[in-house]
């Protein structure tokens, strides 16, 4: 390709200069440009411009922030400096109507030897895809730690053509269909009027650039390059570990020829405990003592950990414990990855009451009468009504018969705060 002698390749007569219309040197760092284009978008915005001037405007908008589209991105822009805009335009760089060759700039983008392999292409090795899934652990396996070992189903380069995919001593013949470049072009529609050029696999040579006949392939990957393994593998999953946190075997993904393997990737999923809830280092759990031990105390393993101790409190004689009252017992939740220092556990204290009928007897009825606190004194009123009543009614349908229960005007009332930004209104 011919050049206009400022080392980049000649271009159209009508084809401006991406360096030109953002107003910095070919030489620019990418902090240069950045604020270049910041500048001339500012400059060229539609909105900033008087009405008669807008479509203009829009147009050049458009202009500097493909430039700017260009230019930031390193690879994009090596394509740029070495074929102008004949590089991004796909009907030029598949008619034929200049030099540019799709290969060409792949060999600039990946530094990969296409067009037939020939001997003095290079190639570079290119790093395969990371196999992630997730993997689900009990809060016990979090609490203690865990070594899991299982058998991984994995391709690997076959050992007997080393990847090749053919039988010893056969010359290898280009795939017709790519051309020996290992990838064909594909176009994709993304929009009204907007073509995506997109680079794919070859399916007939499975990216080799290269072909062979069916009897000229290896017997034992059957031309495939790659064979089945199943191979041993283990993870270690530390105490303490948390939801979200990912554990790595580095290169054990599928292998492929000429590329460097990737990793197996596992996410670990907590599952959700029947007993405690987690909150970072520190665990939660809801212990229920009887109404006599909330008034007399008690001495008793109130709670199993995650790892089978028995959790002891001794809860002294005199000391009244009230229903959801808080009891924290320091360094009893999760474990710290470093140090042997751990979390706290935090007891939620429900009382048991006995069931209805159980003090029958009218001795042990007046003794407990007796021992418990006396009644509060008694409310003056002129008029005493004595009325029926409904146990265990729900607050939640207050209000229910006047179109407004409880839940919905609270949900109202809050609403009403947002909209006023948290303003509270006090009347005077």
Not at 13 to 27: C, F, H, S
Request: proline share 4%; hydrophobic share 30%.
């Amino acid at each position: 390709m011919d050049s206009d002698g400022s080392g980049r390749p000649a271009t159209d007569k009508d084809e401006t200069d991406l360096y030109e219309l953002l107003g910095v040197e070919r030489t620019a760092t990418p902090s240069d440009i950045k604020k270049a284009y910041r500048k001339a978008a500012l400059q060229h915005h539609p909105d900033k411009v008087p009405e008669e001037r807008r479509a203009e405007s829009e147009v050049k908008f458009k202009s500097v922030t493909q430039a700017y589209e260009i230019l930031r991105d390193e690879e994009k822009r090596q394509l740029y400096d070495q074929f102008g805009m004949a590089a991004f335009d796909s009907s030029r760089a598949s008619t034929g109507d200049t030099d540019v060759d799709l290969n060409d700039m792949l060999a600039q983008m990946f530094g990969m030897n296409v067009g037939g392999g020939g001997a003095g292409g290079h190639k570079r090795s290119r790093r395969g895809r990371d196999e992630e899934q997730q993997y689900k652990v009990t809060l016990e396996e979090l609490y203690k730690g865990k070594t899991v070992k299982f058998a991984a189903n994995k391709r690997v380069v076959c050992s007997q053509c080393r990847g090749t995919g053919a039988k010893d001593r056969v010359k290898p013949q280009q795939c017709e269909r790519c051309k020996g470049a290992g990838v064909r072009e594909a176009y994709r529609q993304v929009g009204p009027g907007l073509i995506r050029q997109e680079v794919l696999t070859c399916d007939n040579c499975e990216g080799t650039g290269m072909y062979y006949k069916e009897r000229d392939r290896c017997k034992k990957c059957k031309g495939k390059r790659t064979v089945a393994e199943s191979k041993a593998l283990e993870i270690y999953i530390p105490r303490g570990s948390r939801q979200g946190e990912r554990i790595v075997l580095e290169g054990e993904a599928d292998q492929f020829p000429e590329q460097t393997p990737g990793d197996i990737v596992f996410t670990l999923m907590e599952e959700d405990h029947q007993v405690f809830t987690r909150v970072g280092d520190d665990l939660s759990a809801e212990i229920i003592i009887t109404l006599a031990e909330a008034l007399t105390g008690f001495s008793r393993v109130v709670l199993k950990h995650l790892d089978g101790r028995g959790i002891h409190i001794d809860h002294p004689r005199g000391n009244i414990l009230h229903s959801m009252e808080i009891l924290k017992v320091t360094g009893e939740g999760m474990p710290r990855k470093r140090g042997d220092e751990k979390g706290d556990l935090y007891l939620s204290v429900k009382i048991e009451f006995p069931a209805a009928g159980w003090l029958s007897d009218d001795d042990a009825y007046e003794t407990i009468k007796r021992l418990l606190p006396q009644p509060a004194p008694l409310i003056p009123a002129e008029e005493i009504d004595e009325v029926q009543y409904e146990a265990d009614a729900d607050i939640e349908q207050m209000g229910a018969h006047s179109g407004q229960s409880r839940a919905g005007a609270v949900w109202e009332d809050e609403r009403d705060d947002e909209d006023q930004g948290g303003a509270q209104c006090t009347t005077q």
